[in-house]
C-alpha cells in the first residue's frame, strides 16, 4: 500500500486540478480523504474556487477547437494506449480503489478491469460512429445525417465506482471529439488524481493538448456550477436521486442536456422454477457485494411462497458464513461503508424496519473492536418485510436486503415494479413463460432486465442506466454515445432546380 500511496499520494497535495497534461494548483479548502479501512489520512487535496473552475473550462473550451480536429481513429488509438497503461497499472490502481472506497480487492480489480473494457469499446466505436443516408422525396437529392462533438461535457460521479464510472462517460466523450470536465465525489480524490495521473503519461507521449481531460475538486457546489454553466454543453452525473434532482433542474432551467443516472431500487424474484442455488449466489453478492453501496445493488428478494421458507434459511446460512472486515485481506467478502455517516443512515433503517413492522432476521448493526477501529464496518441484514413497508422504498445505500413474499408472478412484478426507482431487475427461473412475461411490456420497467443473473455486476457493452427516479439516461455501451454527440440532418441538392418538400409551388 505504500507504493501506491507514494506513487499517488504525494504529487496529489494541495492540487485540485488537472488539465489531462499537468496537476492545477487550486486555491480552494482543503479536502481530507480518509480510508473508510483504517480511518488513515491518505490525502488532502485543495477544492477548486469559482476562478479555478472557470480557468479550467476555459483551458477546456480551448482545447475542444483543436481536439475536435483530430480524426475519431486517432484520438481512439490514444484511449487504446490509456487501456494498455490501465493494464500494466490494474492491481496497483485497483488496490488504491479498494483502500479508499473500502471495497474488496477483487472488487477493485474489478472495477479497473470495467475500465479497461470501456477503453477498448470507445476504441472500436471512434471507426464507428455511424450515420444513417435517407432517400430524399425530391430528385437529385441527397439526405443523410452526421454526429459532431458536443464541446465540454461534464461528469459528475459518486464514491462508490470512483474510477470506472468516469471513465465509461469520458472515453465515450473523447472518441467522440468532446472535453471532459471531471468533479469526482469528494470522499474519493486520491482515486480520481491517479486516474489522471495514468492519463496524462499517454497524453504527454502523444501530445494531446491540456485541457483534453480536466479533473476538478470539490464539493456540490462545483457540481452546481457545472450544472449551471453553459458553457458545458451536456452534464452527465451519477450519484443520488437528491443530487440528480438538483443538477438536473439547473441544467432544464438553461435548456441544457443531461444525462442522469441515479438511484435504483432492484429487486430480483425468486419463482418456484428457479435454481435456488445459482440465486442464491446471485442475491447474495448482488446485496453484500461491495458493502451494498452499488446503485445496482440487490436491496429486495421477491419469493415465490412455495420456495419462501427454504431460501430464506439457505440465505441465512450464506450470511453467517461471510467475512466482514479489512478489504485488502483476499479472504474477505464485505468491506466497510464510505463513512460514518453512512453507517448512521444503516442504523437509521433499521430502527425504521421494526419500527413500520418489519422483522431482521439476520445479525445486524454497527461492528466495533479489533479491525473496526475506522466504525464503517457494519454487517450486511437480511429484513423481512410486506410489499407496504415504507423504509423499502428508499434507497438505503448499505447491505440490507428485504426479502417478500408473493403469491402470482403479476403480484411479484407489481411489487417489483411499485418503487418509484427503476435501474436494475431480475428473475430467476427455468421456465420460459416467467421469463418472457417479466422480460415483455407488462414485466419489469427498469432499464435493466435480467434473467438467472443478479442485479448488479453489468458489462459494459450494454447501454446503462434505468427509468423514473433513476434518471432515464444511458451510459456506457449499445448506443449510449449518441448522447455525447450532436446529430447533423443534411440535405443535398444536385440538381438544376429548386423542388421543395412537400410538393409545395412556391415561384417568384
Ligand atoms: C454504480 O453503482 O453506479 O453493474 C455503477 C454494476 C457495475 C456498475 C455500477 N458495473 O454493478
Redesign the pocket.
Known amino acids: 500500500m505504500e507504493a501506491v500511496l507514494d506513487q499517488f499520494a504525494i504529487r496529489a497535495h494541495n492540487n485540485g486540478g488537472f488539465d489531462g497534461i499537468a496537476h492545477q494548483l487550486t486555491k480552494g479548502q482543503e479536502i481530507s480523504s480518509f480510508s473508510p479501512v483504517d480511518a488513515r489520512l491518505i490525502a488532502k487535496v485543495t477544492t477548486a474556487t469559482q476562478a479555478d473552475y472557470q480557468a479550467i473550462i476555459q483551458k477546456a473550451a480551448d482545447a475542444f477547437l483543436i481536439w475536435r480536429t483530430w480524426p475519431a481513429p486517432k484520438r481512439g488509438d490514444i484511449i487504446r494506449q490509456f487501456a494498455e497503461a490501465l493494464r500494466a497499472q490494474k492491481q496497483m490502481l485497483g488496490k488504491l480503489v479498494s483502500y479508499e472506497m473500502g471495497k474488496s480487492l477483487v472488487e477493485g480489480a474489478g472495477?479497473v478491469q470495467?475500465m479497461i473494457d470501456i477503453c477498448d469499446f470507445a476504441v472500436g466505436l471512434s471507426r464507428q460512429l455511424h450515420g444513417l443516408t435517407m432517400h430524399s422525396e425530391r430528385p437529385s437529392h441527397r439526405m443523410y445525417e452526421q454526429w459532431h462533438p458536443l464541446g465540454v461535457v461534464g461528469i459528475i460521479?459518486?464514491f462508490?465506482?470512483p474510477v470506472?464510472?468516469w471513465s465509461w462517460n469520458a472515453m465515450i466523450a473523447l472518441v467522440a471529439g468532446n472535453v471532459t470536465v471531471w468533479k469526482p465525489s469528494e470522499k474519493t480524490p486520491l482515486a480520481a488524481q491517479a486516474c489522471l495521473q495514468i492519463l496524462s503519461t499517454v497524453f504527454k507521449v502523444n501530445q494531446v493538448p491540456a485541457g483534453v481531460c480536466n479533473l476538478v475538486q470539490g464539493s456540490g457546489e462545483i457540481g452546481q456550477m457545472m450544472a449551471a454553466d453553459p458553457a458545458i454543453s451536456l452534464v452527465s452525473a451519477?450519484?443520488s436521486t437528491r443530487m440528480g434532482m438538483s443538477v438536473g433542474q439547473t441544467v432544464a432551467a438553461r435548456l441544457g442536456k443531461c444525462l442522469l443516472?441515479l438511484g435504483?431500487n432492484n429487486a430480483i424474484i425468486i419463482t418456484q422454477n428457479a435454481n435456488l442455488d445459482l440465486a442464491l449466489t446471485g442475491a447474495v453478492f448482488g446485496a453484500v457485494?461491495?458493502a451494498g453501496?452499488?446503485?445496482?445493488?440487490t436491496r429486495r428478494l421477491i419469493i415465490h411462497e412455495a420456495v419462501y421458507e427454504q431460501f430464506v434459511e439457505k440465505l441465512k446460512k450464506a450470511y453467517e458464513q461471510l467475512v466482514i472486515g479489512n478489504p485488502l485481506d483476499p479472504k474477505v467478502h464485505v468491506g466497510p461503508l464510505i463513512d460514518q455517516q453512512a453507517v448512521l443512515q444503516y442504523e437509521a433503517a433499521l430502527v425504521a424496519i421494526e419500527n413500520q413492522g418489519g422483522q431482521i432476521l439476520s445479525k445486524a448493526g454497527k461492528l466495533s473492536g479489533d479491525g473496526f477501529e475506522s466504525g464503517c464496518y457494519v454487517r450486511p441484514c437480511i429484513a423481512a418485510a410486506n410489499s407496504d413497508l415504507a423504509i423499502m422504498q428508499q434507497e438505503t445505500f448499505a447491505p440490507i436486503l428485504y426479502v417478500i413474499k408473493y403469491k402470482t408472478l403479476q403480484e411479484a412484478i407489481q411489487i417489483q415494479n411499485g418503487v418509484p426507482q427503476g435501474l436494475?431487475s431480475a428473475i430467476m427461473t427455468d421456465n420460459l413463460k416467467e421469463a418472457e412475461q417479466f422480460l415483455s411490456v407488462l414485466g419489469s420497467d427498469c432499464g435493466?432486465a435480467n434473467v438467472n443473473i443478479g442485479?448488479?455486476?453489468?458489462?459494459?457493452g450494454g447501454a446503462?442506466g434505468g427509468e423514473k427516479q433513476t434518471g432515464g439516461g444511458r451510459e456506457s455501451g449499445s448506443d449510449a454515445w449518441k448522447a455525447y454527440m450532436r446529430r447533423q440532418t443534411s440535405t443535398i441538392n444536385y440538381g438544376d432546380d429548386l423542388p421543395l418538400a412537400q410538393g409545395i409551388d412556391f415561384h417568384l
Open positions: 472495477e470495467e460521479t459518486a462508490n465506482f470506472a464510472v451519477t450519484g443516472e435504483g457485494g461491495t453501496q452499488r446503485c445496482t445493488t436494475s435493466i442485479t448488479s455486476g453489468a458489462e459494459i446503462f
